[in-house]
């Protein structure tokens, strides 16, 4: 199993910011959401070669989530 980790794809949009498609994913690896958070305006500034009018980033976490199991109480 993969561990969590957050990537950033940076999103290219119409005018007015609508209609918004993923462009590219960022090759960084970040370890929470808070970095992640914390880089989106480096990258934007990085990737402004989107041929789109207006760009956009967004953080979101990759690999396998664990859910977890509360027990069950007994039945009867």
Do not use: F, H, W
Not at 44 to 58: E, F, K, S
């Amino acid at each position: 199993m993969e561990p969590l980790i957050y990537v950033m794809a940076i999103m290219g949009c119409g005018d007015g910011n609508v209609q918004c498609t993923e462009a590219r994913v960022v090759p960084v690896r970040y370890e929470s959401m808070a970095q992640c958070r914390a880089a989106l305006p480096d990258q934007l500034a990085r990737n402004t070669d989107v041929p789109y009018p207006m760009i956009g980033a967004a953080c979101r976490a990759q690999g396998m989530m664990m859910a977890k199991a509360e027990p069950k109480p007994p039945r009867g």
